[in-house]
């Protein structure tokens, strides 16, 4: 009984000593492992992950058995290895950096206090409209809405047109003989920025081999940055998202409406009653 009481009493003493910045401490490092964690699950650097830490095991082992040859041969492959990481996976540390960098809590703060409601619901409407036109007649498009993530390298590569948006010019850029069709549009503060635009192309080898090179533009774009990528297809007039990586297809009119607004706007209270009225009298 004296030994449960010890045992007590010393979880007792070893809580009353943490403060709060150690629980702060343990909860930004338990975030850091979790994004971190997330990020490399479903990359090429989660294999090498893996291989990392059989190598990093077995040189504390070997540190504790006292196996000298084998602990130095382990020491410097770590050393070495550590360059070559940085030079063989540079795009991949790079994509991280810039998702952390992007996705702020004070970018996001900022993105739903600010702005016109009604400026974002116009660019989003019509983009619908397009898309559904684009559908029916096959028409291939790839429209990018820009989030916290700044696409200026990208935006670069096009033509700036910074237009109020409408769904007839988002119609005239993407008919199959205008000169910037087969380049993506970029959407910045819901104005269409810049057309004719190039995207980088996922190195995702799970990636279905049917699609073409505009879905694997807009999953490139989409694991690059935080954007939310609108893609129709030429051949099948299918309309489909990417977002984080990932690719959902077959969207309706109302579907990629709600879909834009949940990750444009937000899903909160205050938006839904906002828009439930003027969303149920529309349709396409």
Known sequence: MEIIKSAFSFILLQLSAISVFDIIDIAVVSVIFYYLFKFISDRRAGRLAVGILIIVVALFLSDIFNMHTLNFLLENVVQVGIIGLLIVFQTELRTFLEKVGGSSIIGSLNKKSSGDMQKIMQCIDSIVESCVSFSENKTGALIVFERSTKLGDVIRTGTIINSDPASFLVKNIF??????????????????????????????????????????????????????????????????????????????????????????????DKSKRRHKTKSSQEEY
């Open 175 to 268: 008919y199959n003989k205008a000169p910037l069709h087969d380049g993506a549009m970029i959407i910045r503060d819901y104005r269409l920025y810049a057309a004719g635009c190039f995207l980088p192309l996922s190195q995702n080898e799970n990636i279905v081999k049917n699609l073409g090179t505009r879905h694997r533009a807009a999953i490139g774009m989409s694991e690059n940055s935080d954007s939310v990528v609108v893609v129709v297809s030429e051949e099948t007039g299918i309309i489909s998202v990417a977002l984080g990586g990932e690719l959902k297809m077959n969207y309706t009119a109302q579907t990629l409406k709600s879909e834009l607004i949940k990750n444009l706007i937000g899903d909160d």
